[in-house]
């Protein structure tokens, strides 16, 4: 028995080698997506953002508002116009992305501590400048908020120390878990990569079944008296070692070069990795038996893997997404995948909490397979009949 096992594995190793194709898309694919995506993401925040002033007080106290902007380091002030149509014109060509004009009388309003205005233009077209640019000016406006706030009750003959201290009676402290520098790079380059595995996964699994029509020595399989059971047994334990090996040096890249946070231990991660593994490998080879050529194999695999990330919660919130969505996105292992494995690099929260992740994966590897095999048993008994 082993001796027929390991044969159709050297020859699904064979197949799965002499592929060009695949080959490169298995083993070049998610490795130069993480390098790709490194290097995107390699500046660990976005700071030095552009931005415009119009000045039109010119007065020490505007000075001020200047200066504080210029010694930022998210905001980088780019140009210094006359009028509200050059800041708009600039705006427009994305020469800047943030845009302030401070009034004129403005120094006059706040020494006379009336009410003013300084207006803040920022370009909404790319969200993830827009919110830090946001968070950069809010920074700038608290600190001057309150400056002013301590110069106006010093000004109504408060002592300094108790003007400071009624702007200071409570204190905000903001701390960021898991990912205390808010790294993009830690939170999107390596789930990407990951991405581009699946993807391949995915498409490789939809070969399973679909892959053997047409192929000579599929005849000779099925007159050497071989069970499909396993026949398909070997070919999947192929295929789950190959897609192991391909992920692990993504890994070690991810973890040991670029430094990605891990909190939980490596033996549980790949546990996890194998699992969903299966599940893909679960997915694509039902997938493969529904399919009546390679082509529409390949087809449904796409269908499934390329929308599946987006749905997955982890670039946009679930919560975030329609209510009539929710439910159905965790019908897609790489919901549970994606949203494990946030778990599992960040927060390492134990086996009483993942459990159900690692449960429900395989649960959905037994569906699948299972589904796989009837389809195949109706479509075998179909052509029993019609022979």
Not at 145 to 162: F, N, R, S, V
Not at 170 to 181: C, G, L, V
Not at 189 to 204: D, G
Not at 210 to 222: A, D, K
Request: aromatic residues 14%.
């Amino acid at each position: 028995m082993m001796k027929q096992i390991l044969a159709i594995m050297k020859r699904e190793l064979f197949y799965m080698w002499h592929d060009t194709g695949l080959r490169f898309i298995l083993l070049v694919g998610p490795l130069l997506g993480l390098l790709f995506f490194a290097g995107i993401y390699s500046h660990q925040r976005i700071d030095h953002i552009p931005t415009a002033i119009v000045d039109l007080d010119q007065s020490s106290a505007s000075r001020q508002i200047v200066n504080e902007l210029k010694n930022t380091q998210d905001l980088q002030a780019v140009a210094y116009l006359d009028s509200y149509d050059d800041l708009k014109d600039l705006l427009q060509k994305g020469q800047a992305v943030v845009g302030i004009v401070i009034p004129a009388h403005y120094g006059q309003d706040v020494a006379l501590h009336r009410q003013t205005e300084v207006a803040v233009m920022i370009d909404g077209t790319n969200m993830i400048y827009a919110t830090n640019a946001s968070s950069a000016v809010l920074t700038v406006t608290r600190t001057l908020g309150a400056e002013t706030g301590i110069k106006t009750l010093i000004a109504q003959g408060i002592q300094p120390t108790q003007a400071q201290e009624a702007y200071q009676s409570i204190e905000f402290r903001e701390e960021a878990w898991f990912n205390p520098t808010l790294n993009y790079a830690y939170f999107l380059v390596l789930a990407f990569a990951l991405n581009i595995w699946q993807q391949c996964c995915t498409l490789a699994s939809c070969m399973t079944v679909i892959g053997e029509n047409g192929v000579p020595s599929w005849l000779q399989i099925r007159a050497s008296g071989i069970s499909l059971f396993k026949f398909f047994f070997s070919k999947s334990i192929v295929h789950l070692l190959v897609f192991m090996l391909i992920v692990l040096p993504v890994y070690f890249i991810a973890f040991n070069v670029f430094k990605f946070p891990l909190a939980v231990s490596w033996p549980i991660l790949l546990l996890f990795t194998f699992v969903f593994a299966v599940t893909l490998h679960s997915l694509g080879t039902f997938m493969s038996s529904i399919s009546g050529n390679a082509v529409n194999a390949s087809r449904f695999g796409m269908i499934i893997a390329l929308p599946s990330f987006v749905v997955s919660g982890f670039t946009w919130p679930l919560q975030a997404m329609p209510q009539w969505l929710q439910p159905i996105a965790w019908f897609f292992p790489q919901t549970w995948f994606f949203q494990g494995f946030n778990y599992l690099a960040f927060k390492n929260p134990g086996w009483l909490f993942m459990g159900h992740y690692f449960l429900t994966l395989a649960m959905m590897a037994v569906l699948f397979y299972g589904a796989s095999a009837l389809v195949l048993y109706w479509q075998s008994a179909a052509k029993g009949a019609r022979a």
